[in-house]
């Protein structure tokens, strides 16, 4: 159905929010009206976003002892965890809408300026739709990383190469507001931003948040989060017909007038104490990153790609340098003081250095190796890891992190599931659980490693050669649901590497243990 709509943008989100969910085909014609109004716009009071965090646990040194862990005790011998927290916000629906309309004008405006210079635009890779001429579909991370991969090959099997990893400190967090309005100006040509564009500029710049652990039922600070009040929304989707936390924008205001709820305003402050930064997770959010870089990749194109021969692809936050080791550290120099102009700062702990040379292992030829440089040591072999990828020179392996990542979920869910079956026979006077393993093992593996298509029988009426309708079966392909069964192929068969594929090799033996161990525990 999204294809009769006008704009990519113009569609139904499923959160709860502040206010009403918006039905965007019913109200189609109204919306545009309003949204394409610069008067409406301009005029428009935004409501608070919601703040969200998704927690990662992370698997890195222990502080003072070195070794790699997910948990650790510190001196005082208190319990810590490695855990990274990724903050989002999100808009109600109405606004959400009119960051998205915004968000494609800019969008435009931005494809059409890079569009000018081609070779700079294949530099910037992230949060744009890259068509890939071979498939004809849209690229993705694994495109992305296996053409740095080849462009690492193709140098270092001709005499050795230096990668170079950039990563900005709390990149959207940091920006700077000011700046910001300076590129955002320019973009649309204009001496200062027209009333409208200044309105949903003030909006991602000096937003304010509720948090939506407080709209929970209980503050619970350990285990799993309590939910919402199911009660109250079933009873305003009856009374009122709405979906929402709460019956009217009055209630809400109610809520923050009586202090039952707390507004939290400019989250992000520099030395002056100015606000900065903009939330993550709005429709424009991912523009605005890429226009506020602009002049840096500028820079980076006419420097370092056309300057000194090297190889530069932005991913967001994330850079990366293929260069000629003689220029590894004007290159370097190169980033740090351009990155200065922008006001934000590079992530020295994740500075990264990587040489590519042929080595020669026993009597095995000379292969491309991965050596990893820092002040103290070089690591030999140690892989080049980019957008869930590791490099080792001679192959490329899915990150070990993410597939570990994905066996936790797998093993968690089965563990889940057998405490269920568990309780379930426990009921009903059964000493034998009943697990459906068919189904449970459907959650993982949803399309076959071993075909490139699945297909479905689809039964229709058709004309016979004497002119009767007669009913006939047909195959015809079917997409691949993606997972990450099919995610793991892909990259397999993009980068043409059978090592990745082969990393899953033992995923049935590893359900399978899950499933005796954790059927077989009754505690």
Not at 409 to 437: D, H, L, Y
Request: proline share 3%.
């Amino acid at each position: 159905m999204n294809q009769h709509l006008p704009h990519s943008w113009l569609k139904n989100r499923g959160y709860l929010h502040i206010t009403p969910q918006i039905d965007v085909y019913a109200s189609r014609k109204e919306i545009l009206s309003k949204i394409k109004n610069k008067n409406y716009v301009a005029k428009y009071a935004f409501f608070p976003l919601i703040h969200a965090s998704i927690d990662e646990r992370r698997y890195k040194a222990h502080p003072e002892k070195g070794e790699r862990c997910h948990s650790y005790q510190d001196i005082n011998g208190k319990f810590k965890r490695h855990i990274k927290s990724r903050p989002l916000h999100y808009a109600t629906h109405m606004d959400a809408l009119i960051l998205g309309y915004y968000a494609e004008i800019l969008q435009d405006k931005y494809k059409t300026l890079l569009d000018k210079n081609p070779s700079l635009s294949e530099c910037i890779i992230a949060y744009r739709k890259i068509w890939d001429e071979e498939s004809q579909k849209k690229k993705n991370t694994i495109h992305f990383a296996h053409e740095v991969f080849e462009e690492i090959k193709n140098r270092g099997n001709e005499g050795g190469c230096m990668v170079l990893t950039f990563d900005i400190k709390s990149f959207f967090s940091s920006l700077n507001h000011q700046l910001l309005k300076k590129v955002w100006t320019n973009l649309i040509n204009e001496d200062k931003l027209p009333d409208d564009h200044f309105n949903v500029f003030k909006a991602v710049t000096r937003f304010s948040y509720i948090l939506l652990d407080d709209l929970r039922i209980s503050d619970r600070k350990t285990g799993r989060k309590a939910g919402f009040d199911e009660k109250k929304l079933a009873k305003i989707r009856n009374k009122y017909g709405i979906h929402a936390f709460f019956e009217s924008a009055e209630e809400f205001r109610n809520k923050i007038k009586n202090r039952e709820l707390r507004i939290h305003r400019f989250p992000f402050r520099d030395k002056e104490k100015r606000p900065m930064g903009i939330p993550q997770g709005l429709p424009i959010s991912a523009v605005l990153a890429n226009l506020y870089l602009l002049d840096f990749d500028n820079e980076m194109f006419n420097q370092v790609v056309k300057g000194l021969n090297g190889f530069y692809r932005r991913y967001s936050d994330d850079m990366v340098i293929v260069c000629n080791p003689e220029f590894a550290e004007q290159i370097e120099l190169i980033v740090k003081q351009e990155i200065q102009k922008c006001l934000i700062k590079i992530s020295e702990d994740k500075t990264e250095k990587f040489w590519f040379t042929k080595r020669r292992f026993g009597n095995q030829p000379p292969r491309l190796t991965s050596i990893k440089l820092t002040n103290t040591v070089c690591k030999i072999e140690a892989p080049f890891t980019y957008l869930g990828f590791e490099f080792y020179g001679n192959k490329t392996l899915i990150k070990s992190a993410n597939l570990a990542k994905f066996y936790r979920r797998m093993i968690s869910t089965v563990k889940r599931k057998s405490k269920q079956a568990i309780k379930i026979a426990e009921k009903q006077g059964s000493k034998t659980p009943v697990i459906f393993k068919r189904r449970l093992f459907k959650l993982y593996r949803l399309a076959n490693l071993n075909k490139t298509k699945i297909f479905t029988r689809r039964k229709s009426f058709k004309i016979n050669h004497v002119g009767d309708f007669r009913l006939q079966s047909e195959e015809k392909p079917k997409n691949l649901r993606s997972n990450y069964f099919s995610y793991v192929k892909r990259a397999s068969k993009i980068m043409k590497e059978d090592a990745i594929k082969a990393q899953l090799r033992n995923h049935r033996k590893l359900f399978n243990q899950a499933l005796q161990r954790h059927c077989n525990n009754k505690k």
